[in-house]
Nanobody
Framework: QVQLVESGGGAVQAGDTLRLSCVAS????????MDWFRQPPGKQRELVAA???????NYADSVKGRFAISRDNAKNTIYLQMNSLKPEDTAVYYC???????????????WGQGTQVTVSS
């Protein structure tokens, strides 16, 4: 089995900074693309940032210029550096990862349990 664990969330003021981490562990042969999603209160889950195994990134328009996604392949970890936080960034943040558990090369999508980020004005 594969587990993803997020950390780094918390309650901050507008303009503050947070750094989220997501560690994948377990029966891992290879990790492909990894993403950060978020789900604001009463809204649907939305993509925040994505990074593939080569380090290519994509961002939601709402976070471009403020958030940065990165990864450490040796640690099967991704990060989300969140600067200039706004109240509308308040959400539960989830990571996911496409993981191959053996040499067959089939990748399955796994999700973490989420970490709460609350930004007050």
């Amino acid at each position: 089995q594969v587990q993803l664990v997020e950390s780094g969330g918390g309650a901050v003021q507008a303009g503050d900074t947070l750094r989220l981490s997501c560690v994948a562990s377990g029966q891992i042969f290879s990790v492909g693309a990894m993403d950060w999603f978020r789900q604001p209160p009463g809204k649907q889950r939305e993509l925040v940032a994505a990074i593939n195994e080569n380090g290519n990134t994509n961002y939601a328009d709402s976070v471009k210029g403020r958030f940065a996604i990165s990864r450490d392949n040796a640690k099967n970890t991704i990060y989300l550096q969140m600067n200039s936080l706004k109240p509308e960034d308040t959400a539960v943040y989830y990571c996911n990862a496409r993981v191959a558990t053996d040499r067959n090369g089939r990748y399955f999508l796994y999700w973490g349990q989420g970490t709460q980020v609350t930004v007050s004005s």
